[in-house]
């Protein structure tokens, strides 16, 4: 996305300050907590940084930031998709239910990109638009995977995860299930990530708004160059006779 824009006051708010520091060295870190330390109006720039994922309440941290924002300030966040880690998800899943007769929550759930998008508008945005970014990686095992999602903060914290110790023949058969199913040409499993980016305004009267419906001057079929058929016309290809 190409913003023509200078922000004079950008806010950074993720779990990664140090990082996003070096990054963004003229923002304001702020921690990703329940509550965000902003004031209303206080940043023109506000990127929450793969933290939404992790939030209780997504709503309120969209909130939050929107009330941060001054009028027309921009809001940029980065999240993880719904299709994200698909493959390890169906590989846990089968090898459960092979090895222990059941299943239970091993990978968190993920947002999808149309009910983020309807969180946005829920949080008041203005012209709010949702893209998805797929990116697909490779490891040389399932485990590997696991490693690096451990490294990156991103290990299973659900509530309502199992608690016993996990008997090792699941991730085995796991691992197994994994390679049969999402092997790359090199001998390798690949792993999907979805990274899911929201942009939106805080609204301000300067900018575009909607028409009322009804009161558009300029008929479609005009504007495309193009013959418009009416639905009882038989005397056009797909015309309908008209019913007595």
Request: glycine residues 10%; proline residues 7%; aromatic residues 6%.
């Amino acid at each position: 996305m190409m913003v023509n824009r200078t922000f004079t006051d950008p806010v950074v708010v993720s779990g990664f300050p140090d990082l996003w520091g070096e990054l963004m060295p003229s923002a304001r870190q702020v921690t990703d907590g329940e509550v965000l330390g902003l004031e209303t109006g206080s940043c023109d720039l506000l990127v929450h940084a793969m933290a939404l994922h992790w939030a209780d309440d997504p709503v309120g941290q969209l909130a939050q930031a929107r009330h941060a924002l001054r009028p027309d300030g921009l809001f940029i966040g980065f999240s993880f998709g719904g299709e994200t880690l698909t493959e390890l998800r169906h590989a846990l899943a089968a090898a459960e239910t092979e090895v222990m007769g059941g299943l239970s929550p091993r990978v968190a759930p993920m947002g999808e990109i149309r009910d983020m998008g309807s969180l946005m508008q829920r949080a008041g945005f203005a012209l709010p638009v949702a893209d998805s970014l797929p990116l697909n990686a490779s490891y040389e095992t399932m485990f590997h995977l696991m490693r690096d999602l451990r490294a990156m903060g991103e290990s299973n914290v659900l509530a309502t995860r199992h608690r016993a110790p996990t008997p090792r023949q699941l991730f085995l058969r796991a691992a197994e299930e994994y390679a049969r199913t999402h092997s790359t040409e090199d001998g390798r499993v690949g792993a999907t990530f979805e990274i899911l980016v929201l942009t939106g305004w805080a609204p301000d009267a300067s900018q575009p708004q909607p028409l009322r419906p009804g009161s558009a001057t300029t008929r479609l079929a005009d504007a495309l160059g193009s013959q418009e058929i009416g639905l009882n016309d038989p005397a056009q290809p797909g015309g309908m006779p008209k019913k007595d």
